[in-house]
Each structure stands twice: as structure tokens, then as C-alpha cells.
């Protein structure tokens, strides 16, 4: 690779202040990126409004900034790409149907990695747009990538997801719809994020293959749980990130993420802090590992 091609990123959502475990994420994607003298991008994913928490996006940059983090150009918020994500929505039109089923009529059918599993009900219906949601059809798609940390992920979308939803029946575009569009719009390359969303790229690829957009390469990182194995987040009581407390959340993220800082790094500057990780930051010790104790 040469210097510079490498463009990694951190996309946040604002539905609440960042806690330990968005911080795995940042560090890795950030350390990553740096490793690779290339660009980490900052987008703030704020197109779901009703889950959004009021000042979230302004809370998540502020400790971002106070945790040191350095990211390449302004910080891109995806409201402002919502016109590419619904060209985006036109382009795959012949591959799309309109779909009126209610969850609670989905309810019953078998639940796969990523949800309900979509039967297939309006699928040949032709139904106009409406109060309807707009689904991409999967057909036999067998989806498959090579995950730096992971190996080989594969799944046949008919059987691991169905019919899934790119435009939702509130007009709003779909996560996997906006992510991929705006990480090919911000050239990324290389996405460093947690396992829980290691599912969801099997959509995300098959996506980026209609669209005819370059696959970023993917390494998921295991995510920080409780001592009873819970996902650390906001639900399940994880404390947001507060600035005083940036050095010691550093190094223990470094700790969590098995980089092994020195005794006493807690207790230097951040730049410092930052310094060591950049120097001595190694992916490798993540392979294989699905979660880690926080
Ligand atoms: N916005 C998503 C989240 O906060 C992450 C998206 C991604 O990394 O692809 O869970």
C-alpha cells in the first residue's frame, strides 16, 4: 500500500455520549489508520432523528477532542449526504419492492443474526409506494469476505437476512444503505469496528456489489463485556466518557485491546499516551477474539 492510501474511519451514532466501548472502536480504527500513515475520517451518523439524544453529536465530539483524538478534515455528519443516499435508493430501484408488513405480522417468522428473517410476503406484490418500506431483494446471494481478524465470513442472504429494508416506511434511509454510500463517498478503504457489527457487513457487502463500489477491507474487533458477558452500552449501564478521565480510559483501552502499555502510561500526558500507542500499536493481538473482559 502506499503512504496515504489508507482511509480508515469512526462513525459514531449520537443516540447517547460514547462509552468505553465505542472507545475500543475509536482507538483501533484510529491507531490503525495512523499505522498506515493514512487518513481517519470522523461522520457522525445522525439520520434516525427519533433516536437521537439531544446534544449527543456535539458531547461525542467534544471527547473525542479532549481524548486526543485527530481526525483528517471536518467532521461529516451523514444528514448531509441524505440526496446521494436516496440516488442510492433509485439506482438499485430494479432490484427493490415496496413492502406494507407490519413487525408485528413479522413477528412470527424465525429470527436470523440480523432480525426478523423476511419471508418474502410482498415480494412479487408490486405494491406502489405508500405507507410502505422499501426492501432490496437478496435473491441466492451468497455473501463472503475476508475479515483481517475474523478469517472467512460467509452467509447466504436468503437464509441470513431475507428481503432487507433500504428505505424505511418513515421515508428514513436504512443504516446499511447510509454507511455503505457514505463510506464510499469519503473513499474509505479500511472499516475497524466492533464484532457486533460483523453481521450486518454480509448486507453491507452485498450493497457495495450492486452499487458497483469498491469493497473496503474489514477487521472486527472483539467488544468490552461485563464480568456476566453482557455487551457493554449504554443499556446495559456503561458510564459515558468523561474528559478529566482521558488518560486513564486511554490506557485501559490499550489494555483491554491487548497492547500491553507499561506501568504508570496512565499517568502521562495524553500526547504521551498517544505517542506509545502510535509506536507500539500491533492489530494481531486481536485475531481471533470475540469479546474481552472491560
Ligand atoms: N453508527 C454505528 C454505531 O454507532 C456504527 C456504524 C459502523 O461502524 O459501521 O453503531
Redesign the pocket.
Known sequence: MTPGSYVGR????P?GPLHFG?LL?ACASYLEARKHAGQWVLRV?DIDPPREQAGASDLILRVLDAYGFEWDGEALFQRHSIEQHLAAVAALADRCFECDCSRRLLAAEPVGELGTIYPGTCRDLGKPRGDTATRVRVGNAVSQFHDGLQGLQRMELAAGSGDFVIQRRDGLIA?HLA?VVDDYLSGVTH?V?GID?MP?THRQVFLQDQLAYPRPEYSHIPVAVHPDGDKLSKLTGAPPLEAPNAATELVRALQVLRQQPPDGLERATVDTIWGWAQENWDISALEGLRDVPA
Open positions: 469512526f462513525a459514531p451514532s443516540t465505542s472502536a451518523e443504516y454507511v472499516i469496528r457489527l450486518s
